[in-house]
């Protein structure tokens, strides 16, 4: 476990380093990846010495039921990993009770600020994964086939339900129409159907909610003026939304865009690229695509993101060592392994003082 200790270099005496679990600690789950969220936090707050709640979404509970199942199953002590279940209220009571010393939540934004507000006043440690409108910006070097092409990979698979998917793309204005037009073409191509026909490229997305607020946000983007391009053949039973591109400079909508649906806007300059990537609920991640891949990775730097690829837009992380911090307004701290591991622990010292300091 976690909780070993290590010594320190000291020349005057023992001084060791001690990593504590803070205490019980409610994990707050997602419905979009409630399965392998659970299992890694779980497993890595076992490694650390903590104890766990399990609050599963509403909308996916089962496989944290399966979890706690096979943790009875091989033998853990009950009470070391426990399980609610129920909707907001439930999480609400869970992440207020005063012997929860630690809250680990990935999921929505207004959900974090609500857990963050009431978890402040004893100062509860959180680790908050939110939303993030990340956005995509193509240097004028860029080949546009490719670019939409790995988009539409991006936005698409999941049915755009992943935490860091492309939701906003910048592109030099005199190129944007024409992007948008290999987008929904790379759109149409994909097959939509049941999750459950190995055929199918694009599902429906995961509730009626869902569908019924990606419809609200194409119908404000087309307020605000965007230019509507949508596949149009869905099948009619299912929660289907038709995968949408929205063409209109600017930043977008504040909110976030949780779905198939994309908006790309032109911009004049990388300075104006930069500002409109960086502007709004982001922090979480953000793409460049650019045949010159140093000038694409240096142009990455500036966006405000914890990770950034370049000509890629892939679920899984870079690197075996991938680590990130949550920027802006997606969260609290971070994720990578040695982030999970570290957030279930504080640190101690506990040793001989040193003789004779003057202060």
């Excluded at 507000?117 to 990340?134: C, I, K, Y």
């Excluded at 037009?181 to 429906?204: C, H, K, N, Q, Y």
């Excluded at 600017?250 to 032109?266: I, Q, R, S, T």
Aim: hydrophobic share 45%.
């Amino acid at each position: 476990a976690v909780g070993d200790s290590r010594a320190l270099a000291a020349e005057h005496g023992p001084v060791r380093l001690h990593r504590v679990p803070w205490g019980p600690t409610a994990l707050i789950l997602p419905w979009n990846a409630p399965s392998a969220m659970a299992v890694k936090k779980t497993a890595f707050a076992l490694a650390a010495g903590a104890t766990v709640v399990l609050k599963p979404s509403s909308f996916s509970p089962w496989s944290a039921q399966l979890l706690l199942e096979g943790v009875h199953a091989v033998g853990i002590p009950d009470a070391v990993v426990g399980l609610v279940q129920g909707s907001g209220g439930v999480g609400r009571s869970l992440v207020a009770d005063e012997r929860i010393a630690a809250i680990s939540m990935t999921g929505s934004t207004p959900t974090g600020r609500a857990i963050a507000a009431t978890a402040a006043p004893r100062f509860a440690r959180l680790q908050l994964e939110l939303g993030s409108n990340n956005a995509a910006i193509v240097r004028p070097d860029a080949d546009l086939e490719q670019t939409a092409k790995a988009l539409a990979d991006g936005v698409l698979k999941l049915s755009g339900q992943w935490c860091e998917a492309p939701r906003r793309v910048l592109v030099d204005r005199a190129r944007r129409d024409e992007l948008a037009g290999l987008l929904i073409a790379e759109f149409g191509r994909r097959a939509i159907g049941s999750s459950l026909d190995d055929a199918t490229e694009v599902g429906p997305v995961a509730f009626a909610g869902r569908r019924d607020e990606l419809v609200e946000q194409r119908e404000r983007l087309a307020q605000a003026g965007a230019e509507l391009l949508r596949v149009t053949q869905v099948p009619a039973q299912g929660w289907f939304f038709e995968p949408t591109v929205a063409v209109l400079d600017g930043p977008g909508l504040a909110d976030e865009v949780f779905g198939p649906l994309l908006l790309v806007g032109g911009y004049a300059d990388e300075d104006e690229a930069v500002a409109l990537a960086n502007t709004g609920q982001v922090g979480l991640a953000g793409y460049v695509f650019g045949a010159d891949e140093h000038a694409a990775a240096a142009l990455g730097t500036r966006l405000v993101a914890g990770e950034v690829k370049v000509n890629g837009a892939s679920v899984l992380d870079m690197s075996p060592e991938s680590s990130q911090s949550f920027f802006g307004a997606s969260g609290l701290g971070g994720h990578g392994d040695a982030d999970v591991l570290d957030f279930f622990v504080g640190k101690q010292i506990v040793g001989s003082d040193r003789p004779g300091l003057p202060l």
